[in-house]
């Protein structure tokens, strides 16, 4: 993992890195609202958010939901109502009960096919972000037993170029083969934000996630990560120098931006040193 080390926060159980995540997007929000009138966060899915989105809507009465902007960082092309949305999941949990406008909330046109609900998405997302400095405020991510992130597997074309001999060279992976492009204007242009998954080996298969270039633009990361199903990969990404294309997550390092680990004790017990 490049750039600077992560922080790492540990917590008792899933409700406290629950609470510190929910803090941390609280504060965050106030600040980004001061300084530049917005917050815009894409949330994360599977069933770790649950316990942080119910965190923000019922224990952060400090945000101003009429300046958030939602989106996600990933989802299953599949529809809205079912049990495997992860926009189903966030209106749950967190959007049916906070007062964001519905036109704030950006769920993936999951009706379209793959390739055209990724390029709607970004089509979205680009229109949204500020032209001068495009990047998402704050982004919530998990991360499977795997070492997955978002839709982001193992093996994945999005990771090109984070291994010094993987898919460097490979002309599927197209512009997505340069690893870490310049966090500039130019490269914004050019670079994918958002990419279609057809093979996920956590079904289902076809998703849409945002790109590991997407998520270190970011100003703020974390990862939200409980249980001890998830021991082993929590120590290969945090100390190990297992390959990014085999341990996803560790692409994700935001190149002017902080990232910050919210584990509970379960997930860390195998991690050797203790936190910073
Ligand atoms: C998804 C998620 C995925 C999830 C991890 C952890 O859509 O499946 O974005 O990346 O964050 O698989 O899932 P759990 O929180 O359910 O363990």
New binding site residues.
Partial sequence: MSGRAPEVWIGDDATAVAREGARRIAEWARRCIAARGRFLVAL??????RKLHRCLATEEPGIDWRRVFVFF????CVPHDSPDS?FRMARETLLDHVPIPASQIFPVATDRSPAEAASAYEATLRSVLDAGEPRIDAVL????PDG????IFPGSRLLAGFDDDFLIDDPSTGPLSSSRPAANLDAFAKERLIAEVLDAP?PPPH?VTMTPYFINLSRHVIVLVS?ED?VAAVSAALESDARVSEIPIRAVSPTAGDLAWLLDRRAARALGSPPI
């Fill in positions: 994360s899915g599977g069933n770790t958010p960082s990933d989802e299953r992860n991510l998990g991360m499977g997955h992130t978002a839709s956590k998703r249980g998830k």
